[in-house]
């Protein structure tokens, strides 16, 4: 499983505004928006070099309890499984 944070809008103010300048979860500077990943640029990725995606599901962090957990939103955080092809 891969796991890492979508460039869309919503992740611009979640993980760079939010996480680190007004939930201060790590330090600011530490996102590049233009370097963040869409689902599709990395399944292209993954496929160019021999794998297969067989699941994806969107991440959420809960900072009450300090957890990782799955969810249908992909906008932010994601997750995408694959195998190598034979």
Do not use: Q
């Amino acid at each position: 499983m891969l796991t890492t944070i979508n460039r869309t809008s919503p992740s611009f103010l979640g993980a760079i505004i939010g996480a680190e300048y007004v939930a201060r979860i790590v330090p600011a500077g530490t996102h590049e928006w233009v370097k963040f990943v869409t689902p599709d640029e990395l399944k292209g990725a993954l496929l160019s070099a021999g794998a297969v995606t067989f699941a994806e599901t969107g991440m959420v962090y809960n900072p009450l309890s300090r957890a990782w957990g799955t969810c249908s939103n992909m906008n932010i955080n994601y997750g995408v499984a694959a195998r190598k092809l034979a």
